[in-house]
């Protein structure tokens, strides 16, 4: 799954502005663990992946507060079925558990991971 020359140009972008959380995760998912590569701002389709790992079709999304206001969990819900609809699963964790144990949050990715290889 690719982006549009839109999409591209925006992961690009947002791969600059990484917030706390997702850089913090990147930091442990770009080593590769248990030999699976991720790709972090990934585009798909109309949007963009925060992590991306295509061996398992597993979309991992860093979700910040502000995932729960808004019209944004109503956005969130219309994504995720998109990415399923592919055959893609979407696993969001909330930033908070990321910055409080980015390896416990790791090993739960790479279990979902496992499981869908």
């Not at 690009?12 to 998912?29: C, T």
């Not at 030999?35 to 597993?58: I, M, T, W």
Request: proline share 5%; hydrophobic share 40%; glycine share 6%.
């Amino acid at each position: 799954l690719q982006g549009s020359g839109e999409t591209n140009n925006r992961a690009r972008a947002l791969r600059k502005v990484m917030s706390p959380a997702e850089v913090a995760l990147w930091q442990v998912l770009r080593s590769r663990p248990a030999n699976l590569k991720f790709r972090r701002q990934h585009p798909s389709g109309p949007y963009v992946a925060d992590f991306y790992c295509h061996e398992a079709r597993l979309l991992v999304e860093v979700d910040g507060s502000s995932h729960d206001f808004g019209d944004r969990p109503r956005r969130d819900v219309e994504r995720d079925a998109w990415f399923a609809v592919r055959n893609l699963q979407t696993l969001r964790i909330p930033a908070v558990d990321v910055l409080r144990d980015a390896g416990s949050v790791v090993r739960g990715i790479v279990d979902v991971a496992d499981q869908r290889i």
